[in-house]
């Protein structure tokens, strides 16, 4: 394997498990125990948590971005193209249209936007929700990976 597919991949997986699991620790794990605190310390808090994730949450999307395109792009897309697999091409962009739902979600949760206050309101519900989508790309690129490539007739 070439050292720059190995970096990428490293950092897609890297920037996912961050990106996945840090949503999943914040809302299952710190936001139910930050609850029981008097609310403005509990609003500092979520504010003061929400400033360092929107930083990481940030950096996980980039790097999400630029390694999932390159690796489609310039690693396994053309291996499935060659082989004429356009379920493959299918699955792949549903998962992108998923990941970036979760993008949306993700800076939505964090961000600090008045227009997606709506989101922050409920954000048990809308966490839930992006953390679904996650899972479904996870599902998705699982069943991609074990798929392989499939040999042309």
Not at 61 to 76: D, M, P
Not at 129 to 152: D, E, M, N, Q
């Amino acid at each position: 394997m070439d050292p720059v597919e190995l970096f990428s991949r490293l950092a897609h997986i890297l920037g996912a498990i961050a990106l996945f699991g840090g949503s999943i620790f914040i809302r299952q794990v710190l936001m139910p125990a930050v609850s029981e605190l008097p609310e403005e310390i509990h609003l500092s808090f979520r504010e003061r948590l929400m400033k360092k994730w929107r930083m990481i949450m940030g950096i996980c999307i980039l790097v999400l971005i630029l390694s999932g395109f390159y690796n489609y792009l310039a690693v396994t897309g053309p291996a499935h193209s060659d082989a004429g697999d356009k379920k493959y091409h299918m699955f792949m962009g549903i998962k992108m249209l998923l990941a970036f739902a979760v993008f949306f979600f993700a800076s939505g949760l964090a961000g600090r936007s008045k227009a997606m206050e709506w989101m922050r309101k409920n954000y048990k519900t809308w966490s839930l929700v992006s953390i679904l989508l996650a899972t479904a790309v996870v599902g998705i690129a699982s069943f991609l990976k074990l798929r392989g490539i499939p040999t042309p007739l």
